[in-house]
T-cell receptor
């Protein structure tokens, strides 16, 4: 699995877009980018995933660079409830398995 | 459709006691797994299962046992609890495990967690 690098923390004003970056320079052609978040001590929650194209769902947008070496998760209008730890994971069709897949992530603080 | 259900939510044990954390899913998922999360850290894989009757070790299996007698249930047993096992435990499931023809939409569903304190 490709290694990912995320900033440890970020701040965002309520109502503004939150842009969370993720570097995955060693990603291979068949690896997907997945984003999850963990609010306080709850179980992580799936947000979005993508392979090559940009993706959008009701929660967020995922922008993947053309060379696929980095991506950005966009929360278009952040609310206080979006304060959480966000995890970027790169895997071949997310099959679980032996290795730990959730690292430290990015702690997003949404401020009023 | 309840998703992944974990019980109990909270448990306090004394050193040396045994207990079982329960995990059940109603989504007919092939793959189930247990993670532990210590303060300020990510999730570490304890054990996983790719189907009924099949289990395997993850990154931190020592002190834990699992079994998978049905597709729905995947209990985690602590045989002799130690203070080092104080943690929050999460159960998670995937529609497909390794080698089972997963597509990109194969995403993890987590339970709400079980907070365990060992005194």
């Amino acid at each position: 699995d490709a290694k990912t690098t995320q900033p440890p923390s970020m701040d965002c004003a309520e109502g503004r877009a939150a842009n969370l970056p993720c570097n995955h320079s060693t990603i291979s052609g068949n690896e997907y980018v997945y984003w999850y978040r963990q609010i306080h001590s709850q179980g992580p929650q799936y947000i979005i995933h993508g392979l090559k194209n940009n993706e959008t769902n009701e929660m967020a947008s995922l922008i993947i660079t053309e060379d696929r070496k980095s991506s950005t998760l966009i929360l278009p209008h952040a609310t206080l409830r979006d304060t959480a730890v966000y995890y970027c994971i790169v895997r071949v069709a997310h099959t679980g398995g032996f290795k730990t897949i959730f690292g430290a992530g990015t702690r997003l603080f949404v401020k009023a | 459709n309840a998703g992944v259900t974990q019980t109990p939510k909270f448990q306090v044990l004394k050193t040396g006691q045994s207990m079982t954390l329960q995990c059940a899913q109603d989504m007919n998922h092939e793959y189930m797994s247990w993670y532990r999360q210590d303060p300020g850290m990510g999730l570490r894989l304890i054990h996983y299962s790719v189907g009924a009757g099949i289990t395997d070790q993850g990154e931190v299996p020592n002190g834990y046992n699992v079994s998978r007698s049905t597709t729905e249930d995947f209990p985690l047993r602590l045989l002799s609890a130690a203070p080092s096992q104080t943690s929050v435990y999460f159960c998670a499931s995937l529609p497909k495990g390794p080698g089972q023809g997963a597509t990109g939409a194969n995403v993890l569903t987590f339970g709400a967690g079980s907070r365990l304190t060992v005194l």
